[in-house]
């Protein structure tokens, strides 16, 4: 009987360990890629926001800063840029403060369900505004929102607004009073900043038009 040589393609030995090697590889990139994500979204402390070290999610005392954005050339997308000193309801909070703040604001937009008309950070829906950067959206901004509260600072407005949202009719889609209590309105717009703090990689991707306005198109594409 001639021998006959058995094509590696056909072999079964061969795929056997093909797929031993993909698998392992796969694993061990998914292990870089995981620890790597890890250190990319740890939050920031207040020293090195004091120090002006950069981080994708800065601490929670970032809401004691003026935030705004600017178009990075290199990256080809808006990111956040951590200013001067800014007071959030004239105070400024110690990291315990602003950590309790910030948990607070997060548990409120659980509980009322925010994700079921808005996304926030990718997650969510898409009936209302996105909220991932609605510190920096123009509205609250330009002064349209705080002349129709009858409020003195943005943040004052955005409390008013999310405590009787019917109040103060902005579009056809409005939002329903969910019986936020002024402590917690209060605590939403701190998350709220903090939210657009947060480096994303230029998400929302439309944010580029409120960008223009908030830095006179200098900075933005």
């Known amino acids: 009987m001639d021998d006959k040589k058995t094509s590696v393609w056909t072999s079964i030995r061969f795929w056997r360990r093909s797929a031993a090697w993909v698998t392992g590889m796969a694993v061990v990139l998914l292990m870089i890629l995981t620890f790597d994500t890890m250190k990319q979204v740890r939050m920031g402390t207040d020293e090195e926001l004091k120090h002006g070290i950069k981080r994708r999610v800065p601490s929670p005392t970032v809401i004691n800063y003026h935030i705004s954005y600017r178009y990075d050339e290199n990256r080809g997308v808006e990111v956040p840029v951590i200013g001067k000193k800014e007071l959030l309801f004239g105070k400024e909070y110690s990291p315990k403060e602003a950590q309790e703040l910030l948990h607070l604001g997060k ?83 701190a998350f709220l900043k903090h939210t657009s703090a947060i480096d994303t990689n230029g998400f929302p991707r439309n944010f580029s038009q409120a960008s223009r306005r908030l830095e006179g198109g200098t900075n933005a594409r």
């Open 107 to 189: 548990l409120t937009f659980q509980a009322k369900d925010c994700i079921d008309c808005h996304t926030i950070l990718g997650n969510g829906s898409y009936y209302a505004p996105d909220l991932t950067k609605a510190w920096l959206d123009p509205k609250w901004n330009d002064g349209t929102m705080i002349s129709m509260t009858d409020s003195k600072t943005k943040e004052e407005a955005m409390v008013k607004f999310l405590m009787n949202p019917k109040d103060y009719r902005t579009h056809e889609r409005m939002m329903p009073n969910l019986g936020i209590t002024k402590k917690e309105a209060m605590a939403l717009v």
